[in-house]
């Protein structure tokens, strides 16, 4: 154990925290319950669910973590045809463990198996209200082993940080993130430990913990507990040895528990690896300073800064700090240099990298502030346990007013910032004079205490709220539609045409939120996440699917050849009734079809509808050339593109001449066009209600689109609307000759396997005897697909147009396919390892016990 100095008892556990645990489990349930009640009064008077009727979906929480939880639902009922490997639904198959792993670890997500599904919402608020509350609680504990003093006061403290700017503004809508916050003291506490040589298996499950959690929060806790435990250890007065030894202890504790963790960060890996590549992010620079410095201020919303608010109270124990001249200099010195150095970390480019795994993120920059919100309390309470003087919480207050005058232009200020930092700044100053002029009456000391924790009640109540009213102005914000009753009776009507394996039920192109086959089941091309795979993105897309956010949101197909591809048997399509939706039933092939010869050799089409016709199987369509024939004249790019000079506002746009057969279905395909289209024939009648597209290169790209059925004659006229110039495809116009089609689908039915079966992660199909060619499984052809032919050995498929392909051969008339999650393998064996270590040190451990004793013995 490491010897402390008089003055600095950082490194060892006060006495009351080993001998005296009630009034500590008492104290931290009352952080826990002040943060939880507070965050819920919030909610109450700002009329969100569940205390009212304004959904809590927004943004991710509602496209991505509310559809899986109810996916996670499924999951536990068996209400799916997928499990935790595999997922059939999106994307029209996609492995699920990474998504499970990312989104779904947080332990109080298992609480949706306890509701009703149409109730998944209410969970998932749990999820980050419980998570709150813990890690309140944890706060609560780890503060006592940092300083020994009051649990009551330090509960207190502890609210700001389980309800700070960053859980606030960042982490509610994301419930995985919400383990993060636990993660934090869940860690100082393991680290602790380590200071004082005892309970390394404990800390190890601790370290595991965090990061089986998520990984992604848990890495930051990782790195600022670790400067926090550097920190304590250049502060303790013990000799060098035994202060590395600390150092060694953490080290090997942290490695291990990482270690037991490790599929978690395997599979996310080799995911990562094999995912569609996110839109390119950059740093757009520092705030401003006055900006950044506002934001220590409780009440606004800016996401153009850190969100490192803590409320008033911490925020003036820790601008008292300084002036403690009791506290040793050097100990001021370290900790304060501590915050300005992780504050300035935010802010430059290497160290935001390091903040979050090397990667610069997407969104918001600044997700690592949750550590400086930690360390904010840490210092606060160190200045709280001395119990500061009034001159010095004066000075305090002085800094305190220093920063509001020089922050004061800034557009982070709100109304409600004034309120709290004006009135909750000078009842938090008053209080704390009272407390220090009555720490020897115990009535007054209780009754300052029973006001303080009041005013943090309120204080931050009003501050949850202030932020969310600011927040829900945004239209960014707006809910989605995930749990109502055209949802409900969407999920009722894709399970009532839902014949899989045999065929598919697609939710789309309709979508209630970004993954609707997890909201309301079914299995179609919509996908959202981080980890939607390459092959999956590039599949759908070259076969004329659309996609958002650079391939990694893929869509539904909107026209038949795509959907009969996919085995699409019954869809969802926008509509103008009650329930918001259409339900369309059409003849479609099995999921897993046969063609002629072997498919699996790579060919690179011209067209999409060449492309869409060799994956079919049949030629459906014929492809006329463009003429322009008005407005301003397109010209020819270098791949054979249309070049479209783009007009302003009501000047005429480009116009093209085709013909189609008479009766045929003219469909449009531009991938990255941003304009309107519009389609008429020759007597100026428009084909249907024309096209609205907003593709943009790379980033989003169109699906293909039906323009309305041709007319007698077949000619037609193509207008173009775009207000910038730009590119499309030399034939972008394709006419689908239904009776074509509906042969062609006819064919692949009669010629189909006898018997179709899948499991959890796994399909095969049994075809008459003799059968030849090349078995296709509607279902991209990602990596980790096994398939075997006749019962032989497996090994990874062909592919036909990104799908699964099985050359049947001389081999037999049953295929089998299972999917594998790349990583798992690797992770299993570095966790048994680990465990291996656990289990031997806990050997030891015990044997040197019974050692001792047994010696102990034989000397008395």
Same mark, same amino acid.
């Given at each position: 154990m490491l010897r402390p100095s008089p003055e600095v008892r950082t490194p060892t556990c006060p006495t009351a925290t080993r001998h005296s645990p009630r009034p500590q489990i008492l104290a931290a349930l009352l952080s826990a319950a002040v943060s939880m009640g507070a965050y819920c009064l919030a909610m109450v008077a700002h009329g969100t669910y569940p205390f009212g009727a304004r959904s809590r979906a927004v943004n991710d929480l509602g496209n991505q973590f509310v559809p899986f939880h109810a996916h996670l639902w499924d999951l536990i009922h068996g209400n799916t045809n997928g499990d935790l490997i595999f997922n059939w639904g999106s %994307?029209?198959?996609?492995?699920?463990?990474?998504?499970?792993?990312?989104?779904?670890?947080?332990?109080?997500?298992? *609480?949706?198996?306890?509701?009703?599904?149409?109730?998944?919402?209410?969970?998932?608020?749990?999820?980050?209200?419980? !998570?709150?509350?813990?890690?309140?609680?944890?706060?609560?504990?780890?503060?006592?082993?940092?300083?020994?003093?009051?649990?009551?006061?330090?509960?207190?403290?502890?609210?700001?940080?389980?309800?700070?700017?960053?859980?606030?503004?960042?982490?509610?809508?994301?419930?995985?993130? &919400?383990?993060?916050?636990?993660?934090?003291?869940?860690?100082? #506490? @393991?680290?602790?430990?380590?200071?004082?040589?005892?309970?390394?298996i404990l800390g190890s499950l601790f370290v595991f913990a965090a990061w089986a959690g998520n990984f992604y929060t848990a890495a930051m806790a990782t790195i600022g507990m670790v400067l926090v435990l550097v920190v304590r250890v250049l502060l303790d007065e013990s000799p060098a040895r035994m202060r590395w030894h600390a150092l060694l202890r953490a080290a090997a504790m942290t490695v291990t528990g990482i270690l037991l963790a490790a599929p978690v960060l395997t599979v996310s890996f080799k995911a990562r690896q094999f995912s569609q590549s996110p839109p390119a992010a950059t740093y757009r620079g520092a705030p401003h300073t006055r900006d950044y410095?506002?934001?220590?201020?409780?009440?606004?919303?800016?996401? $153009?800064?850190?969100?490192?608010?803590?409320?008033?109270?911490?925020?003036?124990?820790?601008?008292?700090?300084?002036?403690? +001249? +009791?506290?040793?200099?050097?100990? +001021?010195? #370290?900790?304060?240099?501590?915050?300005?150095?992780?504050?300035?970390?935010? /802010?430059?480019?290497?160290?935001? *990298? *390091?903040?979050?795994?090397?990667?610069?993120?997407?969104?918001?920059?600044?997700?690592?502030?949750?550590?400086? =919100? $930690? &360390?904010?309390?840490?210092?606060?309470?160190? $200045?709280?346990?001395?119990?500061?003087?009034?001159?010095?919480?004066?000075?305090?207050?002085?800094?305190?007013?220093?920063? /509001? *005058?020089?922050?004061?232009? !800034?557009?982070?200020?709100?109304?409600? =910032?004034?309120?709290?930092?004006?009135?909750?700044?000078?009842?938090?100053? %008053?209080?704390?004079?009272?407390?220090?002029?009555?720490? $020897?009456?115990?009535?007054? +000391?209780?009754?300052?205490?029973?006001?303080?924790? &009041? =005013?943090?009640?309120?204080?931050?109540?009003? =501050? /949850?709220?202030?932020?969310? @009213?600011?927040?829900d102005e945004n239209p960014w914000w707006r809910p989605k539609n995930t749990f109502s009753s055209r949802s409900l009776a969407a999920y009722d009507a894709v399970r009532a045409h839902d014949h899989w394996p045999t065929t598919r039920s697609d939710p789309g192109p309709h979508e209630f939120a970004d993954n609707d086959p997890l909201l309301i089941g079914g299995s179609g091309g919509s996908y959202y996440s981080s980890y939607v795979p390459a092959e999956t993105a590039a599949a759908l897309h070259a076969l004329g699917a659309g996609w958002y956010i650079q391939g990694r949101h893929t869509l539904s197909f909107n026209d038949p050849v795509g959907r009969a591809i996919m085995g699409v048997g019954s869809y969802l399509d926008r509509a103008q009734n009650k329930n918001g939706f259409t339900q369309h039933s059409t003849p479609a092939p099995p999921v897993v079809t046969l063609r002629p010869g072997d498919q699996t050799r790579r060919v690179e089409d011209t067209t999409v509808w060449a492309h869409q016709e060799r994956v079919l199987g049949a030629q459906v369509y014929t492809v006329p050339p463009l003429a322009p024939a008005g407005g301003p004249a397109p010209a020819i790019g270098r791949n054979g593109d249309w070049h479209v000079p783009g007009h302003a506002g009501s000047a005429k746009g480009t116009s093209f001449t085709t013909s189609c057969p008479s009766g045929s279905e003219a469909l449009w395909y531009a991938p990255w066009y941003h304009g309107q289209v519009y389609a008429v024939d020759s007597r100026g009648k428009a084909l249907g209600p024309g096209l609205e597209q907003a593709g943009l290169f790379n980033m989003t790209s169109n699906g293909m689109a039906p323009l309305g059925t041709v007319a007698a004659g077949g000619k037609l006229t193509v207008q173009i609307a775009a207000t910038q110039a730009q590119y499309i495809p030399k034939s972008p116009v394709g006419c689908l000759d239904r009776a074509k089609l509906d042969r062609a689908v006819g064919h692949l039915r009669e010629t189909g396997p006898s018997n179709i079966s899948a499991g959890g992660h796994s399909i095969a199909a049994t075809f008459p005897k003799g059968t030849t060619g090349t078995a296709v499984v509607s279902v991209p052809a990602v990596t980790g697909w096994q398939c075997s032919v006749g019962g032989k050995a497996a090994r990874a498929p062909g592919t036909l147009g990104g799908l699964i392909a099985v050359h049947l051969g001389g081999n037999g008339s049953r295929i089998a396919c299972s999917y594998r999650t790349p990583g798992l393998r690797s992770g299993l064996l570095m966790s048994a390892l680990a465990m291996a270590v656990l289990l031997a040190t806990a050997v030891v451990g015990v044997v040197r016990t019974r050692s001792t004793a047994s010696l102990a013995r034989r000397n008395r």
């Open positions: %994307g029209f198959g996609s492995p699920f463990l990474v998504d499970f792993i990312t989104y779904l670890m947080n332990p109080f997500s298992w *609480l949706v198996g306890i509701f009703p599904r149409d109730m998944v919402e209410l969970p998932v608020f749990f999820v980050t209200l419980f !998570s709150v509350g813990l890690a309140a609680g944890l706060m609560t504990l780890f503060l006592g082993r940092l300083r020994s003093g009051s649990p009551w006061l330090r509960a207190l403290l502890a609210v700001g940080y389980a309800v700070s700017a960053w859980m606030i503004s960042d982490g509610f809508s994301d419930p995985m993130w &919400m383990w993060g916050l636990v993660s934090f003291p869940l860690l100082g #506490i @393991a680290f602790d430990w380590c200071l004082q040589g005892r309970r390394w410095l506002a934001h220590l201020l409780p009440g606004g919303l800016n996401p $153009a800064a850190p969100q490192i608010s803590v409320g008033l109270l911490p925020l003036l124990l820790v601008f008292t700090f300084p002036f403690m +001249r +009791r506290i040793r200099g050097k100990e +001021r010195l #370290i900790w304060c240099a501590l915050l300005v150095v992780v504050a300035l970390s935010y /802010v430059w480019v290497p160290t935001i *990298l *390091l903040w979050h795994g090397l990667a610069m993120p997407n969104g918001s920059p600044y997700r690592a502030s949750i550590a400086l =919100t $930690a &360390m904010l309390v840490m210092v606060a309470w160190l $200045a709280l346990a001395r119990s500061p003087r009034p001159s010095e919480l004066l000075a305090g207050a002085a800094v305190t007013t220093v920063l /509001v *005058l020089v922050v004061s232009p !800034s557009n982070y200020l709100t109304h409600g =910032t004034w309120i709290l930092t004006i009135a909750g700044g000078a009842v938090a100053l %008053g209080l704390l004079v009272l407390l220090y002029r009555g720490q $020897a009456d115990r009535r007054i +000391r209780l009754a300052v205490t029973g006001a303080l924790t &009041m =005013t943090v009640f309120f204080a931050t109540a009003y =501050t /949850v709220f202030s932020v969310t @009213a600011i927040r």
